[in-house]
């Protein structure tokens, strides 16, 4: 549980991403394309966010014919919507900082 | 995880680290290192002491250092100051260091806010308020 909420939050921790993602909630399935067109990064970038936001199960792919059509997964914010799960997300992400100054520190 | 009661809640985040709690207590109690892992701030380990916890978003929690016990218990409160009423918020936040085999488990309870306070749970983290607003209604209209 506490990967899946720290993987959530750190993937919409990113303003691009969270964007992204905030446009496919509410103006439902889109193509990179169009995605792109409204986004002020290259394609290239969008795709990239894109494929964050598939594997923390945020959006998932459609293919039809060469288009890949993308759309929101809110089910996977179920766990972020009450305030336990929030604040359990924000110091599971914390401890994963705490953790990383820990490897760094001397001793 | 969590643990739900009708006047208070509580959020309990667990995890062993393979460090002795010696070094993790640093990690808690020394200003640059908190600011490394957690936020900005002028804490200092003494009973009594007020500080800032200062995030990224520009908000300013409030604490005071409630008990300090050497590595072993850390506990702090964690107030949100807000013009907005229901925005408010009061908490503690309580670290606990016990040694294990493989390093030491560190526990955090925040507890101490009112049901009708959730939404100050945003204040804690007040980049994500506007963007959970939002989504709560998206999640509503698709239940």
């Known amino acids: 549980m506490r990967n899946a909420h720290a993987v959530v939050f750190k993937t919409l921790a990113d303003p691009t991403r969270r964007a992204i993602f905030e446009r496919l909630c509410r103006d439902g399935e889109q193509t990179v394309g169009a995605l792109t067109a409204r986004a002020k990064i290259s394609q290239p970038a969008v795709s990239k966010h894109l494929g964050v936001l598939k594997h923390a199960g945020l959006v998932r792919d459609r293919h039809e014919g060469r288009q890949t059509h993308y759309s929101a997964q809110v089910g996977a914010l179920a766990p972020l919507i009450d305030w336990t799960g929030r604040m359990t997300g924000f110091w599971e992400s914390r401890f994963d900082d705490l953790e990383d100054l820990l490897k760094r520190m001397d001793q | ?143």
């Open chain 2, 1 to 143: 995880m969590n643990q739900t009661s009708a006047e208070t809640r509580s959020v309990v985040v667990e995890r062993e680290f393979a460090f002795p709690p010696e070094k993790i207590w640093r990690a808690l109690t020394q200003p640059h290192l908190i600011e490394e892992w957690l936020m900005k701030n002028d804490f200092r380990p003494v009973v009594g002491h007020h500080f800032s916890l200062r995030g990224d978003w520009g908000g300013v929690l409030d604490c005071e250092v409630f008990t300090i016990e050497p590595n072993r218990t850390l506990a702090y409160t964690w107030n949100f100051a807000h013009d907005n009423a229901t925005l408010n918020l009061q908490s503690v936040v309580t670290f606990t260091l016990t040694p294990t085999d493989a390093g030491t488990r560190l526990r955090m309870e925040q507890s101490g806010f009112r049901p009708d306070q959730r939404q100050a749970f945003g204040g804690a983290n007040a980049g994500w308020q506007q963007f959970f607003a939002k989504l709560e209604q998206v999640v509503a209209r698709t239940d």
